[in-house]
Each structure stands twice: as structure tokens, then as C-alpha cells.
């Protein structure tokens, strides 16, 4: 089946550490996006990738690093540097080439558990 | 002010009614609408799209009001099983990709 992959689903990182979040999906979407989930809280917007070997900052990108070295694959590394990234975080994907009045349908992997122990 | 802006609720309903959510954005060169479902710790998944002529699916009816700039989402016949968070989300350029979410409203339908 078509979809994206995170992995692991949970992951416990001690302090000063740094850890990575896979990201791979098979929707030959040009589009990916990592968001960060507070309990209770919206999603915000880490980086985001239009097309390969390129990506941008999203609204809170410090403390955080990703590549886009291939289509199917976003990985995020959660550095040191980020003080709290004790959250859920959420990989997605769209199709940002679709010329149509609703394109860009965003679809989500099923999110990565991050605590700091 | 946020750019998409959601009444974060709780709207405790009981089974069987109706119930309207509202979803305010500030930049008018928005281009497309969504409405997403996301469920306790799991992650959101696409409720419906939301089409400049308003859409409906099922008990569903999703509305874009370009005017004032707002989007809205309507549950008829509410189900136990539509309690969940619903996210509004907002793309303001379609070829740039860049898409902001509401922070949800939550929906609780009791017996």
C-alpha cells in the first residue's frame, strides 16, 4: 500500500543527545513536512522540502536538522541543541505539483513518540 | 493574531445533534481548504477538502466564505464515534506548498 513510514514509533533520547526521525514515504510526492505535536497543542511546522536537495525552515527549525537527499526519504535529527523535544512528532507529504483548486492534500505518517529521559 | 484561527472548544454535544465549527484565516490570497480529523494521539487524517461551491459527504458539510474569510465545517446526526479534534488547514500558495493548520476544536458527542 501507498503511504509514509515513520520510524520508531517511540524513542527515548537522553540529554544532550541526538537522535533521528525516519521519514520515507512511496506516494512520489514532491512535498514533505515535519510538524511537532504538544499534548493539547496544534501542529507547528519544523521544516519543509519542495523538492529534493532543497528545504526551508518552518516556524521552529531550531534545535532540529534534515536532509533531502532522495525523493522518498525526510529524515529530521532532533539535535542537542533543541532544550524540550520531549513531543510527537509528524511526517507528512503532498503532492505540491497538482494543479488543481483543492491539490495538495497533506498526508500524514503515523508520528514518532520523542521523550527525553 | 494567528494566521488560521480555530475556537479550541470543548463542544460537548449529545448524539443526534448538529454541530457547526468555524475556521478564521487572515491572508485572502488563499488558495485551498481542508478539514482534517485527528483522533487521541494518533495522527490527522483528511476529513474532507473544501471547495470554493461548498461540498458535502455524507453528514458532512464543509463551506468556504472568501468574503469574510472562513471556513466552516457542519455535523449533522452527530455519531459517538465523531468525537475527535478537527483541524482547519489553509495553504495560501499552492505551487509553494506551505501549509498552516488551526490548532483544532474538540468535539466530545455523549450518549
Known amino acids: 500500500d501507498g503511504g509514509i513510514t515513520q520510524s520508531p514509533k517511540y524513542l527515548f533520547r537522553k540529554e544532550g543527545q541526538n537522535v533521528t526521525l525516519s521519514c520515507e514515504q512511496n506516494?512520489?510526492?514532491?512535498?514533505m513536512y515535519w510538524y511537532r505535536q504538544d499534548p493539547g497543542q496544534g501542529l507547528r511546522l519544523i521544516y519543509y522540502?519542495?523538492?529534493?536537495?532543497?528545504?526551508q525552515k518552518g516556524d521552529i527549525a531550531e534545535g532540529y536538522s534534515v536532509s533531502r537527499e532522495k525523493k522518498e526519504s525526510f529524515p529530521l535529527t532532533v539535535t542537542s541543541a533543541q532544550k524540550n523535544p520531549t513531543a510527537f512528532y509528524l511526517c507528512?507529504?503532498?503532492?505540491?505539483?497538482?494543479?488543481?483548486?483543492?491539490?495538495?492534500?497533506?498526508?500524514f505518517g503515523e508520528g514518532s513518540w520523542l521523550t527525553v529521559v | 493574531r494567528k494566521e488560521v484561527e480555530q475556537d479550541p472548544g470543548p463542544f460537548n454535544v449529545p448524539e443526534g445533534a448538529t454541530v457547526a465549527f468555524n475556521c478564521t484565516y487572515s491572508?485572502?490570497?488563499?488558495?485551498?481548504f481542508f478539514w482534517y480529523r485527528q483522533d487521541c494521539r494518533k495522527e490527522p487524517k483528511l476529513l474532507m477538502s473544501?471547495?470554493?461551491s461548498g461540498n458535502e459527504d455524507g453528514r458532512f458539510t464543509a463551506q468556504l466564505n472568501r468574503a469574510s474569510q472562513y471556513i466552516s465545517l457542519l455535523i449533522r446526526d452527530s455519531k459517538l464515534s465523531d468525537s475527535a479534534t478537527y483541524l482547519c488547514?489553509?495553504?495560501?500558495?499552492?505551487?509553494?506548498?506551505?501549509?498552516?493548520f488551526g490548532d483544532g476544536t474538540t468535539l466530545t458527542v455523549k450518549p
Open positions: 507528512a507529504s503532498s503532492g505540491a505539483n497538482r494543479v488543481k483548486e483543492s491539490g495538495n492534500t497533506i498526508y
Open positions: 506516494l512520489n510526492h514532491d512535498a
Open positions: 522540502s519542495q523538492i529534493v536537495n532543497d528545504f
Open positions: 491572508n485572502s490570497a488563499s488558495q485551498s
Open positions: 473544501v471547495y470554493s
Open positions: 488547514v489553509v495553504i495560501v500558495n499552492t505551487n509553494a506548498g506551505k501549509s498552516t
